[in-house]
Nanobody, 113 residues
Framework: VQLQASGGGLAQPGGSLSLSCACS????????MGWYRQAPENQRQLVAR???????YYADSVKGRFTISRNAANNTLNLQMNSLKPEDTAVYYC????????WGQGTLVTVSS
C-alpha cells in the first residue's frame, strides 16, 4: 500500500488549505484512515480519522474547522482545513490501517502572516 500526501503549503491565519492523500488501494477497504500532524519538537498527534463505516473523529483543537472526507472515485482521503491558526503549523501525515499501519510521506503546512 502506498499513500501519497499533497496539498500543503503556506496559508495566512484565517485562511484555508486542502490536503489530499492518494492511495494505491481502494480506500473503503481500510478499517480506518486518518490525518496526523507533527509540529517541531512535538509528538505526532491524531487530527482526524474516519472509519470504514463513515464514523468520524476530530481532535478538539480542530473540531468545527477541519473536515475529513473520502473520495472513492479517485481513491483519496481529504482534509479540508478552514480558519487556520498558527498552531496548525506542522507536517501532516495520512494514515491507513488494515492489519498493518500505512503512512504517507508527510506534507508541510505553515500558517503565518
Amino acid at each position: 500500500v502506498q499513500l501519497q500526501a499533497s496539498g500543503g503549503g503556506l496559508a495566512q491565519p484565517g485562511g484555508s488549505l486542502s490536503l489530499s492523500c492518494a492511495c494505491s488501494r481502494r480506500i473503503f477497504t481500510f478499517k480506518v484512515m486518518g490525518w496526523y500532524r507533527q509540529a517541531p519538537e512535538n509528538q505526532r498527534q491524531l487530527v482526524a480519522r474516519v472509519t470504514a463505516g463513515g464514523s468520524t473523529y476530530y481532535a478538539d483543537s480542530v473540531k468545527g474547522r477541519f473536515t475529513i472526507s473520502r473520495n472513492a472515485a479517485n481513491n483519496t482521503l481529504n482534509l479540508q482545513m478552514n480558519s487556520l491558526k498558527p498552531e496548525d503549523t506542522a507536517v501532516y501525515y495520512c494514515h491507513a490501517f488494515l492489519g498493518n499501519d500505512y503512512w504517507g510521506q508527510g506534507t508541510l503546512v505553515t500558517v503565518s502572516s
